[in-house]
């Protein structure tokens, strides 16, 4: 501070003092005069604040993972438009060459991506062609709802058929983003929110089911985002940063109610199976994650984007992993070129970090490739797994959704 301000706040501390009872107040204002000048830190914000660990602990870097493995869930293509949640043409914007995936996945020993966001229709058919066709074995991708046709009076066996209709074009099963519960109204961008047990969808998911195709399901985000945005959010840089992304008040249900809508829905269907995206949507609470395992025989869960919730419960997550090892999906979320989404930015780095989350007892480590933790400040312990479960976990699990002959 300067001497204009060290003055001034000596005076206030000096007029402080003249009262009764601050005897504290006299003891602060010596404390301050006797502290040198300069010895204070000067105050940062937040996102100024990069702590460096200083703990002496061991670090194994995995360049590639032990075994081939599948990433069931990834983000090549995105819809070329879309209004307030909900994707509105069957056109696509690709993210990433075949190229310059491929030379990723083979120096991190990928065998195959799983591009969940391939669109419908027209859009469908260009990606299957661009990635699946063109590289067998390499790329499969899912088809998504046409929700632009959501009005139509005939929508519920429409989008029946146009799920028979993408098998036939390639699509390896289907991918329901958080639209549905979240975005999705009766007038498509406006309206009431339209449930995930809509029964309007009810010929969707059994012609999934008849079919053979895995529904890629995710129907919530993170607990934090349905609590409010104060002091007490361990989430809240996160969401300072995208206050879009909280789904606290207005007319959005809470975390619970959409879990509670979709298990109605998977209820309904036990000849659909459903892989529930970023372990169950509910990694903070895997105790319910294993409920609706034992429940919905199904189901199964991948890890996308949320090995900083697992990471930082290791000896639970070691538990969960032991118990559902065969239900269980590897995935990052990867998305080309999303640089400023660093817990899914597909890279080498990503890769790496999940398999020291898998194969190594490795402590406090860094859980996406970033100075700052993007999803909250803390770090993440190893789980070591056993190579028993990592061969289900990277390869065999997916293989079996997808029909792949191991």
């Known amino acids: 501070m300067d001497r204009r301000e060290w003055l001034h706040r000596m005076g206030i501390m000096a007029g402080a003092a003249a009262l009764p009872g601050t005897g504290a107040a006299v003891t602060a204002a010596r404390t301050a005069a006797a502290e040198p000048e300069g010895t204070r830190p000067a105050a940062i914000t937040l996102p100024e604040y990069e702590p460096k660990s200083m703990l002496h602990v061991h670090e194994t870097h995995v360049d590639r993972a032990r075994f ?32 310059e995936l491929l030379a990723v996945m083979e120096r991190k020993n990928i065998r195959a991506m799983v591009n969940l966001t391939g669109g419908y229709d027209k859009g469908l ?24 046709r959501f009005k139509e009076p005939n929508y519920p066996s429409l989008q029946g058929q146009a799920i028979e209709q993408a098998h036939r074009d390639g699509a390896r099963g289907l991918k329901i983003l958080k639209t549905l519960g979240l975005y999705l109204r009766e ?45 007490f959010n361990e989430r809240y840089e996160e969401l300072n ?12 249900p809470s975390n619970a109610e959409l879990i509670e809508a979709r298990n109605r829905m998977i209820a309904r269907h036990p000849r659909t199976h459903f892989i529930v995206l970023h372990v169950g949507n509910f990694s903070e609470n895997l105790q319910n994650v294993a409920e609706n ?9 991948d890890i996308a984007a949320r090995i900083g919730e697992l990471g930082r419960q290791p000896r639970t997550s070691r ?67 056993p190579e028993t479960i990592l061969r289900k976990v990277y390869y065999e699990n997916a293989a079996r959704e997808l029909k792949i002959t191991v």
Not at 83 to 95: A, S, T
């Open 68 to 99: 081939p493995l599948i990433d069931i869930h990834t983000h090549i293509s995105v819809a070329a438009k879309a209004e307030n949640g909900v994707e509105l043409v069957p056109e696509r914007k690709y993210l990433g060459t075949p190229q």
């Open 125 to 148: 058919l260009e990606t299957v062609t661009k990635y699946d066709s063109a590289f067998p074995g390499r790329f499969y991708t899912f088809t998504e709802p046409s929700y632009s």
């Open 187 to 231: 007038n498509i961008t406006s309206g009431t929110l339209v449930k995930i047990d809509d029964p309007r969808f009810d010929p969707m998911w059994d012609t999934c089911g008849q079919l053979g195709m895995p529904v890629a399901i995710h129907i919530s985000d993170p607990a934090a985002f349905f609590t409010s945005t104060d002091r």
């Open 241 to 252: 940063n995208h206050p879009d992304w909280s789904f606290y008040g207005h007319d959005f």
């Open 293 to 301: 395992l034992d429940r919905f025989p199904n189901m199964t869960v």
């Open 319 to 385: 538990k969960f992993f032991d118990k559902y090892q065969d239900r269980i999906l590897f995935g990052t979320d990867g998305t080309p070129h999303g640089d400023e989404f660093p817990q899914q930015v597909f890279n080498d780095k990503l890769y790496e970090i999940y398999y020291r989350f898998l194969e190594t007892d490795d402590e406090y480590f860094d859980y996406a490739p970033a100075k700052v933790p993007p999803q909250g400040r803390w770090r993440i312990y190893g789980i070591q797994l």
